[in-house]
C-alpha cells in the first residue's frame, strides 16, 4: 500500500499497522490484499468488481475490515459488496472510505453494499468518509446501502464524515422482518461549498420490527445539506427519526422526515430541528474557561459524537 | 478580594437594571445575594462572571481592573458560575462537561467525589448527555457539579436551591460549609432560601438595581424579618 492510504487507513479505520483477522483492502479500484479468518470467507466477485463476505453462525464478536482508499485524481472507483450473515452471528464491520486528489482532476468512491442478515444475527457496521488532499479536483464518496433483516436480526448503523468530501449522495434502503431491528446514527459535517444528500428508507414488514434513525449534521461556510427520510410502518411496529442540525455561516440544511403507515398498530414519530449553536452553551463553556472558538468546536463534536 | 464599584448597567430591554452597586467579596466568606424577584442579582452575578458588561462603574479583582474582560479570560482567573438555568447540550457527556470544568480528563473517583455533594451517583450520570433526557433537578444538580469541579477562587451560585429536593439540598448545604471554610476561596450565592440565609457570613439585599441593606448575617437577618418579607413567602420558607 502507499503512503496515502496509510494515512486514510489511520483516520477511517484507527489501523496501527495491522489489522486482526479478516480484511479485504481497496486501494485506487482495486483489492490489493485482503484475508479470510476461521469464520469470516471474503470471495472475490467474478462478473463486476467487489466481494462476498460469508459470515458465519460461528462468528462471535468477530471485526471484519472493508476499507477503500482512494489516493489520487482521476480515479473512478466503482465497488459491489455483498455481506452474507448466517444465523447467530455475532460481527463488526468497519468500513469507510477516503479520497485523496492532487490535481484539477477529481476522483469518486461509489460503494454498493447490500446486507443479508439471518434470523437472529447482529452486526454492528462503522463508516467513517474523508476527503483530504491539495488537488481542487473534486472529492466525491457516494454510498449505496441496502439491507434486509430476517426475524429478530439487529443491525446498527454508524456512519461519520467529518471533513474534505466535497458532494456526497448518501442512499439507504431497508426491509426489516419479524422483531428486527434497525439503529442508524449517520453525522455529517460539511464546509466552504460542499454538499452532501441523505436518502433513507426503511420498511416495517414484520410484527415488532423496529428502527431508530438518529442523524446529526453540521452545515458551515456555505454548504448545503439535504435529508430525507422514509419510513413504512407496515404491521405492528415502531419507528423513530430525528433530524438535528447546527447551521453557522452561510450554511443550509434542508430536513424533510416522513412517516408512512399501512397498519393501525404502527407507532411511527419523527423529530427534527435546525438551529444555530445556542448562545447560551457558548457561553456556558466560557464560564468553564474555554475560549468562544473552542467552546464551539466541543459542541459540534459532542453533537456529531466525533 | 472581588469588588464592584459604583457599577450600572442598561440593557436594550430595560434600563437602569442595575442603578450604581458597590460590594465587596472576600476570600473566606459565604456571602448571600438575596431579595425580590427581578430586582437585579443575577445581573449581578452576570457582570461578575463577564456575561454581562457595566455600563459604567468597575469591577476589581484583588487588585486588577477586570472590567472589559471576556468571560473566559475571567474564568482563567478564578471566576466560576453556575448558571440559575441549567445549560443542555446533546452529545456532550457529563464526563466531558466535568473535565471541562476540571481543565483536564477528571479520574472517576475525583468525579465520585464531587457529584456525590449534588446527590448524585457518578456511575450512573458520567456517560449520560447533558440533554433534555435529564430531569431538570439531575440537570441543576449536574450544573452545580462542574462548578464545583472547577479550582476556582470566586464561586457564583444562582439560586442553588431551584429545582433540588430536599435530600440534595441538604448534601449541598454540607458543601456549601467545607467550602466556605477554605480562606482562599470566596462564595457568593444569589438565594432566596432561609437555610442557605442561615450559614451566610455576609448578606446582600437588593431591590429595584441597589443594595438596599448589607452586613453581617446577624446586622441584616434580623432587619429582613422586621420588614416583613416572611409575610410575603407563599411557601413560608423563602425570605421574599
Known amino acids: 500500500m502507499n503512503k496515502i492510504t496509510e494515512e486514510i487507513l489511520k483516520e477511517i479505520t484507527d489501523w496501527d499497522g495491522i489489522f486482526d483477522g479478516a480484511y479485504s483492502l481497496r486501494e485506487d479500484g482495486e483489492c490489493i490484499s485482503f484475508r479470510n479468518s476461521e469464520n469470516i470467507r471474503i470471495v472475490r466477485k467474478e462478473d463486476m468488481p467487489g466481494i462476498d463476505i460469508y459470515i458465519s453462525a460461528a462468528a462471535s464478536a468477530e471485526t471484519v475490515y472493508i476499507p477503500a482508499c482512494v489516493t489520487k485524481s482521476d480515479v473512478r472507483d466503482k465497488v459491489y459488496n455483498d455481506f ?28 454498493i453494499h447490500r446486507f443479508f442478515l439471518e434470523e437472529g444475527s447482529h452486526v454492528v457496521y462503522k463508516e467513517k468518509h474523508i476527503g483530504i488532499g491539495q488537488g481542487t479536483g473534486k472529492r466525491v464518496i457516494d454510498p449505496v446501502t441496502y439491507a434486509e433483516l430476517g426475524d429478530g436480526a439487529v443491525l ?21 422482518a419479524g422483531n428486527a431491528r434497525l439503529i442508524i446514527h449517520e453525522s455529517i459535517m460539511t464546509s466552504g461549498t460542499e454538499t452532501a444528500k441523505t436518502d433513507f428508507e426503511v420498511d ?8 431508530d434513525l438518529i442523524s446529526r449534521s453540521v452545515a458551515k461556510g456555505d454548504s448545503r445539506q439535504e435529508y430525507r427520510s ?60 474555554l475560549t468562544e472558538e473552542e467552546a464551539e468546536e466541543e459542541i459540534i463534536a459532542g453533537f456529531l459524537g466525533a | 478580594m472581588l469588588s464592584l464599584v459604583d457599577v450600572k448597567l442598561d440593557l436594550p430591554e430595560k434600563e437602569n437594571l442595575i442603578k450604581g452597586v458597590s460590594l465587596d467579596i472576600a476570600p473566606g466568606k459565604l456571602t448571600v445575594i438575596t431579595g425580590p424577584n427581578g430586582g437585579g442579582k443575577t445581573s449581578i452575578a452576570k457582570l461578575i462572571a463577564g456575561i454581562f458588561v ?39 457527556t457529563v464526563r466531558k462537561l466535568m473535565s471541562i470544568s476540571a481543565g483536564a480528563d477528571m479520574p472517576e473517583m475525583k468525579m465520585c467525589r ?7 451517583c457518578a456511575r450512573d450520570y458520567m456517560d449520560r448527555d447533558m440533554d433534555s433526557r435529564l430531569s431538570g ?18 464561586i457564583l451560585f444562582d439560586e442553588p436551591e431551584a429545582g433540588i429536593d430536599l435530600w440534595s439540598f441538604a448534601s449541598l448545604i454540607d458543601a456549601f460549609e467545607v467550602l466556605k471554610k477554605e480562606e482562599d476561596r470566596a462564595l457568593l450565592i444569589i438565594s432566596h432560601q432561609e437555610r442557605i440565609l442561615d450559614i451566610a457570613d455576609d448578606i446582600i439585599v437588593i431591590n429595584d438595581g441597589i443594595v438596599t441593606q448589607k452586613g453581617t448575617r446577624d446586622e441584616v437577618m434580623p432587619t429582613l424579618a422586621k420588614s416583613g418579607a416572611r409575610a410575603y413567602c407563599p411557601r413560608g420558607k423563602e425570605m421574599f
Not at chain 1, 446498527?156 to 426489516?176: F, S
Not at chain 1, 430541528?273 to 474557561?289: D, V
Open chain 1, 204 to 211: 416495517l414488514d414484520g410484527e415488532d420490527s423496529s428502527v
Open chain 2, 54 to 92: 457595566p455600563t459604567s462603574g468597575k469591577i476589581i479583582l484583588d487588585g486588577e481592573d477586570i472590567t472589559q474582560m471576556s468571560v473566559t479570560e475571567r474564568a482563567k482567573k478564578g471566576i466560576a458560575y453556575a448558571f440559575q438555568s441549567p445549560v443542555s447540550f446533546k452529545g456532550v
Open chain 2, 114 to 120: 464531587i457529584l456525590e455533594k449534588v446527590g448524585l
Open chain 1, 84 to 111: 452474507h450473515v448466517q444465523s447467530g452471528a455475532d460481527v463488526v464491520i468497519v468500513a469507510g472510505c477516503g479520497v485523496h486528489t492532487d490535481s484539477e482532476e477529481g476522483s469518486s468512491h461509489n460503494g
Open chain 1, 230 to 289: 422514509v419510513i413504512n410502518g407496515n404491521v405492528r411496529c415502531k419507528g423513530h427519526s430525528e433530524c438535528d442540525a447546527i447551521l453557522s455561516d452561510n450554511g443550509q440544511v434542508i430536513a424533510m422526515p416522513a412517516l408512512s403507515a399501512t397498519s393501525t398498530d404502527a407507532d411511527l414519530i419523527h423529530e427534527a430541528a435546525i438551529g444555530k449553536i445556542a448562545g447560551e452553551q457558548i457561553m456556558k463553556l466560557m464560564t468553564l474557561g
Open chain 1, 156 to 176: 446498527e448503523m454508524e456512519t461519520l464524515q467529518l471533513h474534505g468530501v466535497d458532494t456526497t449522495v448518501r442512499e439507504t434502503k431497508a426491509k426489516l
Open chain 2, 137 to 154: 433537578g439531575e440537570m441543576k444538580r449536574i450544573e452545580i457539579a462542574t462548578v464545583l469541579a472547577r479550582p476556582a477562587r470566586y
